[in-house]
């Protein structure tokens, strides 16, 4: 019975704001654009500007720890001033709601290109995709920060650019690891605070965009296989997926992943 009674409250407390609404007299909802583990995301009109602006509040459910990630996201995104980061403009608070304001990125995320769009990457698309994402996760980790969420949910493309977005799970290397006991070996390499996680999640990333090409066989009796076999991709690919995932001994960063990856694009 408690137990239901936290979800209600919780539910109720982590209710959305309605469109139209104005936050801090400037930022007016256009709509609701998503709930993480620890905030709400609404894409907003900001009318002093006239831009699109995307605000993202601190989960009230998740109290003081939610507020102190929200912050720490902000002080990390504006630590990190790259062209396919999303800027981060402010954060303030209102009626005891922390907000952050950041820029919303134009496009598609690559899951909707390839679940909806139906997007299909060839090997060497896929490649040299990996290619573009690997120089922005070398920029992040060489102020000393770790991603620790890339997924194609929170890859952005627009023409030719590409944006790595959320960066809510993001932590500064040296940090311990926000890991619950109960944790399996797939959540823990993707939250160590290790740049190899960032690759871990590479690896997973390579993996989608490779499978948008795959079709199984209904000529015979579905049979359970890994990637290596189901996927015909080189064997070079295939080493490097292996180490990405940890398979193999893996990378010791992003350099030695992008001079093997350079090897295999020639």
């Known amino acids: 019975m408690l137990a239901y009674l936290k979800q209600v409250y919780e539910a109720w407390i982590n209710y959305p704001r309605r469109e139209g609404e104005v936050i801090r007299g400037q930022y007016q909802i256009e709509r609701f654009l998503g709930m993480g583990s620890y905030g ?7 009318k002093h500007s006239g831009q699109e602006v995307v605000a993202k509040q601190a989960k009230p459910s998740k109290g003081q720890l939610g507020r102190d990630l ?5 002080t990390i995104m504006n630590q990190l ?7 981060c403009y402010t954060s303030f608070e209102e009626s005891k709601r922390l907000y952050m304001i950041t820029e919303y990125i134009q496009g598609r995320t690559v899951e909707d290109l390839i679940f909806e769009r139906g997007a299909r990457f060839e090997e060497k698309d896929a490649l040299q995709f990996i290619r573009q994402l690997l120089n922005i996760v070398q920029f992040i980790h060489e102020h000393d920060v770790v991603h620790l ?8 493309v627009h023409g030719n ?5 959320d960066f809510g799970l ?5 940090e311990p690891a926000r890991i619950t006991i109960d944790a399996d070996d797939e959540l823990i ?3 160590t605070v290790h740049v190899t996680s960032d690759l871990y999640a590479i690896g997973h990333f390579l993996l989608y965009m490779l499978y948008s090409t795959y079709e199984s066989s209904h000529d015979q009796e579905e049979v359970i ?6 996927l015909s991709i080189s064997t070079q690919t295939k080493q490097m997926i292996r180490k990405l995932l940890q398979i193999d001994p893996p990378y010791a960063n992003v350099q030695a992943c992008l001079e093997e990856l350079d090897t295999v694009l020639v």
């Not at 709400?40 to 900001?46: A, E, V």
């Not at 969420?149 to 952005?156: A, F, H, M």
């Not at 993001?170 to 040296?174: E, I, K, P, Y």
């Open 149 to 156: 969420d890339i997924r194609i949910p929170n890859v952005i």
């Open 189 to 191: 390499r993707r939250r």
């Open 225 to 230: 296989r890994g990637w290596e076999e189901e």
């Open 170 to 174: 993001a932590a500064r290397l040296g």
């Open 161 to 165: 650019h590409m944006s790595l977005i």
């Open 81 to 87: 001033e790259h062209p396919s980061i999303p800027k």
């Open 40 to 46: 709400l995301t609404y894409l907003c009109l900001d």
């Open 70 to 74: 929200l912050r720490r996201e902000a």
